[in-house]
T-cell receptor, first 109, second 114 residues
Framework: EDQVTQSPEALRLQEGESSSLNCSYT??????LFWYRQDPGKGPEFLFT???AGEEKEKERLKATLTKKESFLHITAPKPEDSATYLC??????????FGAGTTVTVRA | DTGVSQDPRHKITKRGQNVTFRCDPI?????LYWYRQTLGQGPEFLTY????????KSRLLSDRFSAERPKGSFSTLEIQRTEQGDSAMYLC????????????FGPGTRLTVL
């Protein structure tokens, strides 16, 4: 069974304090690894898809990287508006996403 | 707004009642997914449609749950004889068969069963 584990569960940062979130996975035949952002009471918002080890993608203060067993989401110089839960998901077959439990990031001004 | 829409956004019901939720996907998307999310957890896959065909159902989808996508456009998820354990956020997502595999989510329907 596909397993996705995210760490830490919660992360409290000072504005400008860079950090990284981890997503480790155990799957057979990864088709893609996805990162989403979720604000309280809302649906997940798509951020990135990574398809192969060594791939990197960036969007504003966020950078996602992928190895054969894990992915990292780096937050550079975060701002309070970056506060959210960040979800990692893997896709093995052509449809279903298997999600981790998420990392809740709080950025204090 | 051309994103995924869901209705209602919130539903409070009493145990034993039936409820139905609607999802309207992004217009050119032929794949539609339902997920359920409980507090502190990531979304869990329930079922998936390609056009009007329901191609996969999770074991989480008991016989009290039924989903339809009659014309390959909007979809409905019905829960019969609701139980308190059904309280959750029900999320709908859509994607295309061309391009990347990105799934785009709607705002969700928050169900509370009293």
């Amino acid at each position: 069974e596909d397993q996705v584990t995210q760490s830490p569960e919660a992360l409290r940062l000072q504005e400008g304090e860079s950090s990284s979130l981890n997503c480790s996975y155990t799957v057979s035949g990864l088709r893609g690894l996805f990162w989403y952002r979720q604000d309280p009471g809302k649906g997940p918002e798509f951020l990135f898809t990574l398809y192969s080890a060594g791939e990197e993608k960036e969007k504003e203060r966020l950078k996602a990287t992928l190895t054969k067993k894990e992915s990292f989401l780096h937050i550079t110089a975060p701002k309070p508006e970056d506060s959210a839960t960040y979800l990692c998901a893997v896709q093995v077959r052509d449809y279903k996403l298997s999600f981790g439990a998420g990392t809740t990031v709080t950025v204090r001004a | 707004d051309t994103g995924v829409s869901q209705d209602p956004r919130h539903k409070i019901t009493k145990r034993g009642q039936n409820v139905t939720f609607r999802c309207d996907p992004i217009s050119e998307h032929n794949r539609l997914y339902w997920y359920r999310q409980t507090l502190g957890q990531g979304p869990e896959f329930l079922t998936y449609f390609q056009n009007e065909a329901q191609l996969e159902k999770s074991r989480l989808l008991s016989d009290r749950f039924s989903a339809e996508r009659p014309k390959g456009s909007f979809s409905t998820l019905e829960i019969q004889r609701t139980e308190q354990g059904d309280s959750a956020m029900y999320l709908c997502a859509s994607s295309t068969t061309s391009g990347g595999n990105e799934q785009f989510f709607g705002p969700g329907t928050r169900l509370t069963v009293l």
